[in-house]
């Protein structure tokens, strides 16, 4: 009995050497030393083909990072493709390309292209997730099917081509400036909306080719910019204190939009214009109980008219107050302000309201905006 009881005390031994041996070489073991990374690590191509699909990994010390990042390694590979394509149209952005406005061009394009692209990550899966102990970092897969992706773009593209034909035909059969104006810009904006899908298209198929559109941005961006040197000629009258300085950094903001104005150095070349931009603007010392500061008060009223009718097709108001030492410096502190604030907002208001992307009020008597219709200059800030 001793010696069988030492016989299976020896088989039980060995049967948990064995397995300890065992389990040292299993692969999944990583606390044992074992390599447990998933192929897709180093080469995600192996198990998700790029002929059929597009990837991204990504890493990071928690799981919604990893995630983040590898939704971005995809979205880098379209930002690319798109930016590259953008220099044939990005001149829709700003039709007279006059002053610093190069930063503006580049936000609004950067905008065109989040929304196509976040239109194409849509298609996007997270497939894979992996922890690794030794590092203590968490990886993500993401994985975009190319057959998926191509028949949710190709859908956004046929709307948008629906849209631009819409537009053209109703440029060409209206008679009213301002929507024939109208409409071709937004054909312009679809157009290069479309674009920005089409690079994505470049992307998702293999072949690199994206689809044929049925304009060209430069086609009719030429086409918008034309008509309107021809037919829209606006001018500016501002009234008030430091009329002038004013009245010149309107001009420039309109200019900067696209936009034909009168000028000294220019003229109308004999034309009389079709809109006119008059205002007033003012600059009002208040009284402020501050013992450090003097404050004065900017304000601002225009009204967009239709000189052949006298009508008021869109008002716009603006106004607020600065502060320095002295009244003096505050009086050009303020003056500062208004000049930006009127060459920059003010001008792209009116400009949105013409090009019918916005819509200005028909009175410029907004509560809170604008200048007081009677002398306030004792009464308190607002």
């Not at 990374?37 to 059929?52: H, K, T, V």
């Not at 991204?56 to 390694?73: E, F, H, P």
């Not at 001009?251 to 003229?267: D, I, K, M, Q």
């Not at 000189?307 to 108001?317: E, K, M, P, Q, R």
Request: aromatic share 6%; hydrophobic share 40%; with cysteine.
């Amino acid at each position: 009995m001793r010696s069988g009881v030492q016989s299976i005390g020896r088989f039980g031994a060995l049967s948990v050497c064995g397995l300890c041996l065992l389990v040292l070489v299993l692969p999944g073991c990583v606390w044992f030393g074992g390599n447990a990374n998933p192929g897709w690590i180093d080469d995600a191509d192996a198990e998700y083909p790029p002929a059929q699909y597009l990837v991204g990994v990504g890493q990071a010390g928690d799981r919604n990072g990893a995630t983040d990042q590898a939704y971005a390694a995809v979205a880098r590979i379209f930002k690319a493709e798109v930016t590259a394509q953008a220099k044939d149209w990005e001149s829709y952005l700003v039709i007279e390309s006059r002053g610093a406005m190069n930063a503006e061009r580049r936000l609004t394009l950067d905008s065109v292209t989040k929304v196509s692209t976040d239109k194409v990550l849509e298609n996007v899966r997270i497939m894979e997730t992996w922890y690794d102990g030794n590092k203590g970092a968490h990886y993500a897969l993401a994985v975009m099917s190319r057959s998926q992706a191509d028949a949710s773009v190709m859908e956004r593209v046929a709307a948008l081509d629906r849209s631009v034909e819409a537009d053209v035909a109703e440029s060409k059969q209206t008679s009213e400036k301002l929507a024939k104006i109208r409409s071709l810009r937004r054909a312009v904006r679809n157009l290069v909306l479309r674009e920005a899908y089409n690079a994505d298209l470049r992307v998702i198929r293999p072949s690199g080719r994206g689809t044929a559109a049925p304009y060209q941005v430069s086609e009719l961006s030429n086409e918008l910019e034309q008509f309107l040197s021809r037919n829209l000629l606006l001018d500016v009258q501002i009234t008030g204190d430091q009329a002038e300085p004013i009245e010149r950094a309107m001009t420039e903001g309109l200019l900067r939009e696209g936009l034909n104005v009168v000028t000294e150095t220019a003229g109308g070349e004999g034309r009389t214009p079709e809109l006119l931009v008059r205002g007033t603007a003012r600059l009002v010392p208040i009284q402020v109980r501050d013992p450090n500061f003097k404050y004065v008060r900017w304000c601002s009223d225009f009204d967009v008219v239709e000189v052949s009718t006298g009508l008021v097709v869109g008002a716009i108001a603006r106004g607020g107050k600065e502060g320095h030492l002295t009244e003096r410096e505050a009086t050009a502190k303020a003056l500062r302000v208004m000049r930006h604030e009127l060459s920059v907002d003010v001008a792209r208001a009116i400009a949105g309201h013409i090009f019918g992307e916005a819509t200005l009020p028909k009175s410029a008597a907004i509560p809170g905006g604008g200048c007081p219709r009677e002398d306030s200059s004792g009464g308190s800030p607002p």
